[in-house]
Structure formats: structure tokens, C-alpha cells
């Protein structure tokens, strides 16, 4: 009833679901990636996932051409594009590539780690959030 009050929409029959791409540290050392759903139950007419506590949040601006050779994530946090392309390289030399609205969840704090660059001409912005102190 709030919902229809608020001139709300019903969500639609099989929206598209959230992924988030986990970044981790595998049992052999390497970086790997894994595609994992974010749960989205129904509240109040939307859908809404579970809180994930944050401690701290900063926007990065990458330039073209830009290259970080191998390294570990320096902390667990998410990086969500918010404009312009970069990939990760990971393990095996899989590459993903990272676009406005993809959100990469940074966890391989030891081992081998990932490469990341930015793609073609243009700045690759991202949002980091941080999940731990």
C-alpha cells in the first residue's frame, strides 16, 4: 500500500541480478575470480541486500595508459567503475574486464595478486569501499 501511495513501481518479473566478481587468493597462490549473485530479498515493494559494514570510501581516478604490474589488493574492499574501462588480470592470465556499473570485490590480500590497467583513451573512475578497518 506504501508503495502504491509513493507512486512506486512493481519491480519487474525477472529483473537482472547483481553480480559482484570476487577476487581471491587461491589454495596455489594465484589470483582467481569467481562470479557470486547478491541476494536482493523483497522489502517494502524493492529489493534490498543485506548491510555490509564499510570503514571508509574513496573515489580513484586512473589515467590512460595506466599499468600496476602484479601486486595483492592492499585491503578487502570493493571497486565499483563508475566511468571509463580497466581490467584485472588474474592467475592464468584471465583477464576481466571492468566497465561502468561492475563491481569487483578485492580479497587476494597474499600470494601472487592481480594486474591492473586502464583501457583505451579514457580516465577509468572507480569508487573503493572499504570493508575492514
Known sequence: MLAAACGARQLSAQPKPITVTRIFTGADGEAHAEEREVKLPALAGRQQSETIPAANSQFVRFPPGYLQDRHTAS???????????GEVEVGAGKKIVVEPGRVLQMEDLTGQGHVT???GNADWVVLEVQFDP
Open 117 to 119: 590497467r586502464t583501457l
Open 75 to 85: 585491503k578487502r574492499r570493493y571497486l565499483i567503475t563508475l566511468s571509463g574501462r
